[in-house]
């Protein structure tokens, strides 16, 4: 057996990792808690243990994720040198295949979703050259991007950022046969099955076991065998140990030299940086104290709800009066010699106090988390559409953070997935390219790595911030609009001197399929003659005159809804115990701008 690793010896790296999977664990315990709160008490048996009906943290994580990561990046490659232009549009275009290929979209939200309760781990590398291992979906030689999750990574704890770290790692299953018959590895004669397990080696639960009930997974197909895979920095070697029953690291099978990105095989999104730390401060761990406060108080108010009750008092002399109230039907008339006699009384029911209390830390979860209400379109936020644009525009520059490192991350990921992909001098992709001025021109062309030019480095990848946000059919609409009422129509006199029209008919597909009505083209028909001059020259005409404008200010007077005025007031009603004013309680209850 191998005693030393480079400089590194085998015994004390086995040692510092089950230090640091220890050091872990209290990271572990608090994401499990935050994502059982997540899914609630309706997902599965192991989920929250209490009813969660006003599910806050759910709503933030989907409000992000579709703000950070909902679709697939399109990404760009450059080059400064000339002679390298055409292989650089190519294999921009072979990489976004691959991309493509590799359902990037579903792996970056992954890693999104997981950097919101901890912090997003992404692996990328090449698949074993002869037999594809790690999924069915990857074929030999393929590169790979896949996320890790906490319960299976482990890093180097004593240091204070990534950069100091002298280990980085990840476990992962695969077949005890093809572990057997691989040629990677050596030595494993003696390795044996693990069972999936619920918990880790440290007794902590993991992600898997909210959706299990069992301690173990005892009905797999395979057996299986666990492995540890950790990259060292230092000594730029790859190193495979074989797990125990507890899934701890314990004999090494592989050690080979790391042939990739500088960075290594490991990107690491995260939205909150501690000083001196290398685990971040994740944005639901701020969040879920005002979560569970909120769900806290509405299942009491649930409670008060359930235990309310109407009653009819009466007194003993007045039996029979009581008995026609009970009798009677709606809107019947009966005899009632004591109306006084006999009353309805209420017990239980809401306490107000609570419920405005309840309401107030609602608005502080969405004010804390970056406006919330402005970022998912959950309501209008202000009495024009403009003022809401501007007002999700500047929601919140958490979320312009948060974009900017999940972009950074995004490049990194693509870059170390582009550089493998660089390499692979057997990668062969029959793909097609635009040509042409108009670009409308497809000519298909075989991407072959083997006539890939100069080196990596001297490929600049840019992503485009606005390819991985969502563009909605409404929002091209938007935009279409914005572009004809801005630009195209009062430059449409110029248009016409210089020989130029708007094709109507392209403009009402457009319309069409923005709006979902695929009829707005039969609207478009020839007019006699066969000329289609009929609201063209209509449209110049009226462009070429001034437009006249009519304003008129309205004043409106209701209640303001400042986060200020709601805690004013809410602290007056809970402090006093006075009711407050009609107009003050429709500024608690409306939504803050």
Not at 316 to 342: C, F, H, K, L, T
Request: with cysteine; net charge negative.
């Amino acid at each position: 057996m191998v005693d030393k690793i480079g400089n590194l010896k085998v015994k004390n790296l086995l040692s510092a990792i089950s230090h640091s999977r220890r050091r872990l664990q209290p990271f572990r315990q608090n994401r499990i808690k935050a994502l059982s709160e997540y899914v609630g008490k309706n997902y599965s048996d192991s989920g929250s243990q209490n009813r969660v009906p006003v599910n806050l943290i759910e709503l933030a994580v989907n409000t992000y994720t579709r703000q950070l990561a909902s679709r697939r990046p399109i990404i760009n490659v450059n080059t400064n040198r000339k002679e390298y232009k055409i292989f650089a549009k190519e294999f921009e275009l072979a990489l976004n295949h691959l991309m493509k290929a590799l359902n990037f979209e579903n792996t970056l939200r992954s890693a999104t979703v997981d950097a919101l309760f901890s912090m997003g781990i992404v692996k990328t590398g090449v698949c074993e050259p002869d037999q594809a291992i790690r999924g069915f979906l990857l074929r030999a030689g393929q590169p790979f991007a896949e996320t890790i999750s906490l319960d299976d990574w482990v890093h180097d704890m004593t240091a204070r950022n990534f950069n100091e770290c002298s280990y980085m790692g990840n476990r992962f299953r695969l077949p005890l046969y093809a572990v057997k018959e691989s040629d990677l590895y050596t030595n494993t004669e003696d390795i044996k099955a693990v069972r999936r397990q619920r918990f880790n080696e440290h007794g902590d639960a993991k992600a898997q076991g909210i959706g299990s009930d069992e301690s173990s997974i005892q009905d797999e197909a395979y057996e299986y065998a666990e492995l540890w895979e950790m990259w060292l920095p230092q000594e730029q070697k790859v190193v495979t140990f074989a797990a125990d029953d507890t899934g701890s690291p314990q004999k090494l099978i592989r050690v080979v030299d790391w042939e990739g990105p500088t960075a290594g095989p490991y990107h690491i999104l995260s939205y909150e940086h501690v000083p001196g730390n290398t685990m971040p401060l994740p944005p639901v761990a701020s969040l879920i104290d005002m979560h569970q406060l909120t769900n806290n108080v509405f299942r009491k108010l649930a409670r008060q709800a359930e235990r309310q009750k109407d009653i009819v008092g009466y007194r003993g002399s007045s039996e029979q009066d009581a008995e026609n109230v009970r009798d009677a039907a709606d809107g019947e008339m009966v005899r009632i010699d004591d109306p006084d006699s006999v009353k309805t009384f209420k017990f239980g029911g809401i306490d107000q106090q609570a419920l405005g209390f309840m309401i107030q830390t609602k608005n502080l979860f969405t004010y804390l988390g970056g406006n919330l209400d402005a970022l998912g379109g959950l309501g209008s936020m202000s009495d024009t559409v403009g003022q809401d644009r501007m007002m999700i525009q500047s929601a919140s520059q958490r979320m312009a953070d948060m974009q900017d490192a999940t972009i950074d991350f995004t490049r990194s990921v693509c870059s170390a997935i582009g550089e493998h992909l660089f390499d692979d001098r057997f990668v062969k992709l029959e793909l097609e390219k635009s040509v042409g001025p108009s670009g409308k021109i497809k000519v298909p062309f075989v991407y072959e790595g083997r006539k890939a030019e100069g080196e990596f480095i001297d490929f600049n990848l840019q992503i485009q911030p606005h390819s991985m946000q969502q563009t909605t059919p409404g929002m091209r609409l938007q935009a279409l609009t914005q572009v004809m009422g801005q630009f195209v129509t009062p430059l449409a006199g110029m248009m016409q001197q210089q020989g130029l029209s708007i094709d109507t008919r392209r403009l009402m597909d457009l319309l069409g399929e923005y709006t979902q009505i695929p009829e707005l083209t039969e609207l478009v028909v020839d007019s006699q003659g066969g000329s289609i001059q009929t609201t063209e020259d209509k449209a110049v005409e009226a462009s070429n005159k001034p437009a006249v404008k009519r304003t008129e200010s309205v004043r409106i007077n209701k209640p303001g809804a400042t986060r200020q005025g709601q805690d004013e007031m809410m602290s007056r009603l809970l402090l006093t115990g006075r009711g407050v004013q009609d107009s003050e309680a429709a500024s608690i209850l409306r939504t803050p701008e």
